[in-house]
């Protein structure tokens, strides 16, 4: 639009349109086209901006989780013609995105041709007696050196 401005600040001051609209690097029709339309946004741009208010709307009501193709479907429902690249386009440019969760990932893999465990415990979760049922687990916890491996080891004895 600048450019536009441009060739008619030199228009009103005597120059030729064509060496204006030529060192501005905009044809002489669109330059007409301009001047002709005015200085305020097109239907097109006020549609542009009605479907950016939309789309941010969306992507708020949906707590940030709309990506591109929830996002598309939803203003297709609600009668909006545009196609996934437009809507990624506009997203891009208004810098939303959707949430992606990542999947996890299981670092045990189990050996199909082991025996089943024996279950000793047999539902019995408040023994006794101390040292008598016992339960381990392990997690990873990430690091800034590595993953750093959490092992235990309880007596599930209510005083234990």
Partial sequence: MTRYRCVAA?????????????AAG??????????ERGEGPTEAEWDE???INEIRDLHA???GTYGEPRMTAELVEKGWVLNRKRTARLMR????QGHRPRRRRSLTKADEAAPAIEDLVGRRFQPQLLDTVWAGDITY???G????????????HPGG
């Fill in 141 to 143: 916890v990430r690091t």
């Fill in 61 to 63: 009501a949906s707590d």
């Fill in 49 to 51: 901006a009605r479907l």
């Fill in 26 to 35: 905009v044809s002489r029709s669109a330059f007409y086209a301009w001047l």
């Fill in 10 to 22: 030199r228009k009103a001051e005597g120059f030729n349109v064509n060496a204006a609209c030529a």
């Fill in 145 to 156: 050196q590595g993953w750093l491996y959490l092992a235990t080891v309880i007596d599930w």
């Fill in 93 to 96: 440019q208004e810098r939303l």
